[in-house]
Every structure is written in C-alpha cells, then in structure tokens.
C-alpha cells in the first residue's frame, strides 16, 4: 500500500505571504513588478542585457554592409580576373559575419535565460495566486464558479508571461534599434531620421487603436464561445431531462441561437483583423518606399554614395520589420493586459475573514461553547440572530433542531467563522473565537458534513487528510472504528483506490463513513454533526449512526438534524424558529411538554399517515 508522510520532499512553495509588504498590488504592472523585484531581477536583467545586445549588434549590420559595398565600390574593374582580395575587404566581410554570429549566439542566451525564467514565473504566480485566493472566506466560493476560479489561476501566468515577454523582449529591441537608425540616419541625412521618427510614432499609435478595438471584438467572441460551451454542457448534463420532455428540438434552437451569435463574433474579428493587416502591411510598405526614394534622389544628386545607399535600405528594412513584429504584439499585449486584470480584480479582493492582529491559538481543555448576545444579517439583509445566548457545557451533546431558516446551519458556520457576526460573541472555553487564529479554530473543530467532501485522490489520501503523517497503524484504526476498513479492503487498490471526483466511486454510506474516518484520526475535541446522516437510508443510517456514537466519545457535539430519530440519545436538544430558541432539554422532557418540539416528532413518526 502506498503511504502519505507529512515530510514528503516535494516542489519549491511560493505563498503570497512570503512577499514582504501587507499591500497586495491591485495592478497587473505592479503585481508583475513585485515578481520581477523580489524573485526575478537578475533573470530580467539578463533578459533585457540579452535582447539588447542581439539588437544592437543587429542594428550595426548596416554598417558593416556599407564599408563592403565602399571597399567593393573602390576596386579597379581594368585589374583582370587574378581572383586577389584587397586587404581591406576580408575584415569588413568578417565583422558582417561576426555581428550575425554574434547576434545569434544573445538570441540563444536570451532564449536560454527564458527557459530558466518563464516556467519558474508560471508556478510563482499560480502558486500565489492560489494561496491567495484559499484564504478567502466560504461566502466568496460561494458566490464564483469553482471553474472560473480555477480557469484564471491558469490564464493569469501565461499572460504574465507574454507581457514580460513583450516589454522586455520586443519592446527593448524596438528601442534599441530605433536609437541605432536615428543616429546612423541623422549622420547621413537629417530627412531620413525624422522620416524614420515621425512614421514609427504614427504608426505605433494607430497599431495601439486597431489592437484595442481588436480586443473588444476578441472579448465578445471569447464570450461567445464561453456561452455556446456552457449550452452544450447545460444540455448533454441534463440529457435525460431532455429525453424525459422531449426536449431536443428546443435544445437544438438554444444552441443554434448562441452559435450564430458565436459565428457573427467570429466573423466581425476576421473581417477587423484583415483590415488592420491590409492597413498596417501598406504602411510599412509605404514608408519603405519613400525612404528608399529619398536615398535614390540623394544618389542620383550625387550627395549620397552606394554605400550610405545599401545602409539606409537596410535599415529601413530593419527598423520596419521591428516595428511590425511590435505592432502584432500589441494585440498580444492589451488582450493578456485585460486577462491578467480580470484575474487580479477577482482573485485579489481583501479577505474578508482574516486574523486580528495579535491573533492568539486557541487552547481546548473541556470543550465548553458560550454564545453571548450574537446578532448576525446575512449581506443581502437578511437577519438571523439578535441576542442570541446559548451554553454548551465541554463534553455536551446537544442537537439543534427546528424547520428550514431556522437559523441551525447559520449558527455552525459562525462558530466555524465561516462568517462574522455583527454583535455579540461565541467563546470556546472562555476565549473569543474572533481572537484566535482561525487555523488553531479548525484544528479544535472536527466536521462530518450531510455531503462530505473528498478529493480525486485515493481514499487513504482522503483519510490522512485529517492528521499528515499519520502512521498506517493509525490509519486502519480510524477507519475500523468508522467501518469502512472492510469495504476498503475488498476493492482491488485498497486504501490506494481511487474514490473519483467528489467521492462519485463511493456510495453515500462509504462516503459518510471515509468523513467519519477523517473525523476520528483528526481527534478534535469539539465534533460537529451538520445533517451528517439525513441523505442516507434507514439501514445505512443505523449503520453508520454506530460509528457516529463511537465518534461522539469525550466530546463536545453540536448535532444539526432534521430526522429526530439520530438525536433522541442527546444530553439537550434545543428547538430553533426564526433565529430564537424556544424550548430546550432531553429528547424525553421535550416530547411530555408537548410544545413545537413534540408536534414536530409526532409528524415525523406518523403525522401524515391516515
């Protein structure tokens, strides 16, 4: 059997607590910056020194072919075919080769200096963002899709990514080479130079309205797609629903409706994108030309030699291939921009549950729970609690119980600081839970919820969980006493098996019954039963209502329970309606009062039969 110790080596960690400063940048620049000064300088450093050097050298090309084709120029054409080099055309030929070289051999180390960056910053920023995002409270999960969440941790590194890519890779050589043609230009003829400025700003500014139009046409055919997969996924989940209605031509007009919306979008970027190219291309061509005409007319006046004509081509050439590659990268750029802010603004939101300041580590002895005047209101106004005090005695077991809205679950997620009241306190053992670190709070809490959660991993996995490192002796004795050793074992992977996404591998009682497990190797001194056996039926539930009973031993337990048969065995059962108890005590005394309590048993136990 495989086996799970705590101390397992693994991959470096990166959490955003281990960057310095308590302000998470809100902005993709600084939130790239706070990367690139705290884990990547020297990395950025040579990327940069790196795509300069293979541009500069690049941009002194020119040069090198103008002092060949002047050496070429020059010889004596009345010398006859002896085949001899003047001793001036070989080192001008070697300094052409060796600046091609050269160029390359930086175009190499800056690709090498990236293989050794680019990955090391997707894990960075995924990992951050990560740990960033789980230290949200329940209510955010709550309210964002899990797969939306996790589609941004997995976008927002590749487009951190292409925009460092961008700004030091294309952006750098851009400048590099602009500083190189200006000079060279403006030596030969100052026209050229401000030619060569004036169509790189216009052209670069224009470049800047086509991509951002771009990628508002972009983002409505991304949403587009996004639409037509989530009909496509509405109908194949419910494929049955439409079998059972026969609904399948009204599926089929759904879906045709969001795939022509989807073909439209699709259409309009195309038909943008040809347009833009037609637009861009021409102007380059353009510019081109007339630089190539101006230095034509400056030869033929006779104020410009072949030489200087060779340069000033091919640096037109150069400096034009350079800014249309840029020009193609701005769409790159504003569409990551607009990827990589999305991501920020929905994942970097403050926390809303966070330590205080100070924060103290709970200290459990006897497990004694006190609500003292607890007022809470959901967010959208909805009120819950007002001056709600209740006392639950270390070692208690006590069930919560009353209809729907009662306020049962609301009270256990305020003890689990799922949520914060808005007056009042709970104290566990005499101190104020809002004073603890909300690590030491779970770690004195054990949960065994109505739909228990488990990971796509294997059930040992799931298990150990609760206590990393846990020995294998004590895993097979958490299990035992939760029964579900002997129905692990039959599988053929035993504790290796597999259980599936949510558990889907596992029934509703094995399910239950791996919670119970988790549960009793986490040894909590403080158990909370949340409708733990309600979805069940009554064979499984008596089952398992056995290992609950084990459980229970020498704790603190707070049952929620809509099916009074799991709670006649409490100590106390308080009766809940409209955030108020009404009436509390034993199973027994509660039914001879004959109050809420007693009419709901006796429905349950047969009030709707004749």
């Given at each position: 059997?495989?086996?799970?110790?705590?101390?397992?080596?693994?991959?470096?960690?990166?959490?955003?607590?281990?960057?310095?400063?308590?302000?998470?940048?809100?902005?993709?620049?600084?939130?790239?910056?706070?990367?690139?000064?705290?884990?990547?300088?020297?990395?950025?450093?040579?990327?940069?020194?790196?795509?300069?050097?293979?541009?500069?050298?690049?941009?002194?090309?020119?040069?090198?072919?103008?002092?060949?084709?002047?050496?070429?120029?020059?010889?004596?054409?009345?010398?006859?075919?002896?085949?001899?080099?003047?001793?001036?055309?070989?080192?001008?030929?070697?300094?052409?080769?060796?600046?091609?070289?050269?160029?390359?051999?930086?175009?190499?180390?800056?690709?090498?200096?990236?293989?050794?960056?680019?990955?090391?910053?997707?894990?960075?920023?995924?990992?951050?963002?990560?740990?960033?995002?789980?230290?949200?409270?329940?209510?955010?999960?709550?309210?964002?899709?899990?797969?939306?969440?996790?589609?941004?941790?997995?976008?927002?590194?590749?487009?951190?990514?292409?925009?460092?890519?961008?700004?030091?890779?294309?952006?750098?050589?851009?400048?590099?080479?602009?500083?190189?043609?200006?000079?060279?230009?403006?030596?030969?003829?100052?026209?050229?130079?401000?030619?060569?400025?004036?169509?790189?700003?216009?052209?670069?500014?224009?470049?800047?309205?086509?991509?951002?139009?771009?990628?508002?046409?972009?983002?409505?055919?991304?949403?587009?797609?996004?639409?037509?997969?989530?009909?496509?996924?509405?109908?194949?989940?419910?494929?049955?629903?439409?079998?059972?209605?026969?609904?399948?031509?009204?599926?089929?007009?759904?879906?045709?409706?969001?795939?022509?919306?989807?073909?439209?979008?699709?259409?309009?970027?195309?038909?943008?994108?040809?347009?833009?190219?037609?637009?861009?291309?021409?102007?380059?061509?353009?510019?081109?030309?007339?630089?190539?005409?101006?230095?034509?007319?400056?030869?033929?006046?006779?104020?410009?030699?072949?030489?200087?004509?060779?340069?000033?081509?091919?640096?037109?050439?150069?400096?034009?291939?350079?800014?249309?590659?840029?020009?193609?990268?701005?769409?790159?750029?504003?569409?990551?921009?607009?990827?990589?802010?999305?991501?920020?603004?929905?994942?970097?939101?403050?926390?809303?549950?966070?330590?205080?300041?100070?924060?103290?580590?709970?200290?459990?002895?006897?497990?004694?729970?006190?609500?003292?005047?607890?007022?809470?209101?959901?967010?959208?106004?909805?009120?819950?609690?007002?001056?709600?005090?209740?006392?639950?005695?270390?070692?208690?077991?006590?069930?919560?119980?009353?209809?729907?809205?009662?306020?049962?679950?609301?009270?256990?997620?305020?003890l689990l600081r799922h949520y914060e009241p808005q007056g009042g306190s709970i104290r566990i053992d005499g101190q104020d839970i809002a004073g603890v670190t909300l690590d030491s709070l779970n770690h004195a809490i054990a949960e065994v919820p109505q739909v228990p959660g488990l990971f796509h991993r294997p059930i040992g996995e799931n298990i150990t969980y609760a206590r990393p490192g846990a020995s294998e002796e004590d895993l097979w004795s958490?299990?035992?006493?939760?029964?579900?050793?002997?129905?692990?074992?039959?599988?053929?992977?035993?504790?290796?098996?597999?259980?599936?996404?949510?558990?889907?591998?596992?029934?509703?009682?094995?399910r239950q019954r791996v919670a119970i497990a988790r549960a009793f190797l986490k040894d909590a001194p403080i158990l909370i039963l949340d409708e733990a056996t309600s979805s069940l039926d009554s064979e499984t539930e008596h089952m398992i209502q056995q290992s609950l009973w084990r459980l229970m031993e020498g704790r603190t337990v707070i049952a929620v329970a809509h099916r009074l048969s799991t709670i006649t065995g409490m100590d106390r059962v308080?009766?809940?309606?409209?955030?108020?108890?009404?009436?509390?005590?034993?199973?027994?005394?509660?039914?001879?009062?004959?109050?809420?309590?007693?009419?709901?048993?006796?429905?349950?136990?047969?009030?709707?039969?004749?």
């Amino acid at each position: 059997m495989r086996f799970w110790p705590s101390d397992a080596p693994g991959p470096e960690r990166v959490s955003y607590r281990d960057f310095p400063g308590s302000t998470v940048p809100r902005s993709p620049f600084g939130f790239l910056m706070m990367f690139v000064r705290h884990r990547f300088a020297a990395n950025v450093a040579g990327l940069a020194l790196s795509a300069m050097a293979a541009m500069g050298l690049m941009g002194l090309e020119p040069v090198a072919l103008r002092h060949l084709v002047e050496v070429l120029e020059g010889l004596d054409p009345q010398r006859g075919p002896d085949g001899a080099w003047p001793a001036t055309l070989a080192p001008w030929l070697a300094a052409l080769g060796g600046l091609w070289m050269a160029s390359a051999l930086f175009n190499r180390i800056y690709e090498w200096v990236d293989a050794h960056t680019s990955p090391r910053l997707r894990s960075a920023v995924q990992a951050y963002l990560f740990s960033y995002l789980m230290e949200h409270a329940p209510q955010y999960f709550h309210d964002n899709f899990a797969g939306r969440l996790g589609q941004k941790i997995k976008q927002a590194p590749e487009s951190a990514m292409t925009l460092m890519s961008i700004a030091v890779h294309d952006m750098t050589r851009i400048w590099v080479i602009l500083g190189i043609a200006l000079g060279l230009l403006a030596s030969s003829h100052l026209g050229f130079a401000l030619l060569l400025l004036g169509w790189t700003a216009l052209f670069l500014y224009t470049s800047v309205l086509f991509s951002r139009r771009c990628v508002i046409l972009s983002r409505k055919l991304s949403d587009d797609m996004s639409a037509v997969s989530g009909r496509l996924v509405d109908s194949i989940t419910n494929a049955d629903l439409v079998r059972s209605f026969v609904g399948l031509v009204r599926e089929r007009t759904l879906l045709a409706e969001t795939l022509s919306s989807e073909r439209n979008s699709s259409q309009s970027l195309r038909t943008f994108l040809i347009l833009m190219r037609f637009m861009q291309y021409n102007a380059t061509l353009l510019f081109q030309i007339i630089l190539v005409g101006m230095a034509v007319n400056e030869a033929v006046a006779g104020r410009m030699r072949p030489g200087d004509f060779v340069m000033v081509f091919s640096l037109s050439n150069l400096v034009a291939t350079n800014v249309w590659n840029l020009s193609n990268r701005l769409l790159d750029w504003f569409e990551h921009l607009g990827t990589l802010t999305e991501a920020i603004e929905l994942i970097i939101r403050p926390h809303a549950i966070v330590d205080p300041p100070g924060a103290r580590t709970l200290e459990v002895g006897e497990g004694a729970v006190e609500i003292e005047d607890l007022c809470f209101v959901h967010a959208d106004g909805t009120p819950v609690f007002e001056s709600l005090r209740l006392a639950i005695a270390g070692g208690e077991k006590v069930a919560l119980v009353g209809p729907s809205g009662a306020g049962k679950s609301t009270l256990i997620r305020l003890l689990l600081r799922h949520y914060e009241p808005q007056g009042g306190s709970i104290r566990i053992d005499g101190q104020d839970i809002a004073g603890v670190t909300l690590d030491s709070l779970n770690h004195a809490i054990a949960e065994v919820p109505q739909v228990p959660g488990l990971f796509h991993r294997p059930i040992g996995e799931n298990i150990t969980y609760a206590r990393p490192g846990a020995s294998e002796e004590d895993l097979w004795s958490a299990a035992s006493r939760a029964d579900c050793h002997d129905f692990i074992m039959r599988r053929p992977a035993g504790y290796d098996t597999v259980v599936g996404e949510r558990g889907v591998r596992l029934s509703g009682g094995e399910r239950q019954r791996v919670a119970i497990a988790r549960a009793f190797l986490k040894d909590a001194p403080i158990l909370i039963l949340d409708e733990a056996t309600s979805s069940l039926d009554s064979e499984t539930e008596h089952m398992i209502q056995q290992s609950l009973w084990r459980l229970m031993e020498g704790r603190t337990v707070i049952a929620v329970a809509h099916r009074l048969s799991t709670i006649t065995g409490m100590d106390r059962v308080f009766y809940m309606e409209a955030g108020r108890i009404v009436e509390e005590g034993s199973h027994a005394a509660l039914l001879r009062r004959n109050g809420p309590y007693a009419r709901l048993w006796n429905r349950q136990v047969g009030g709707f039969l004749p």
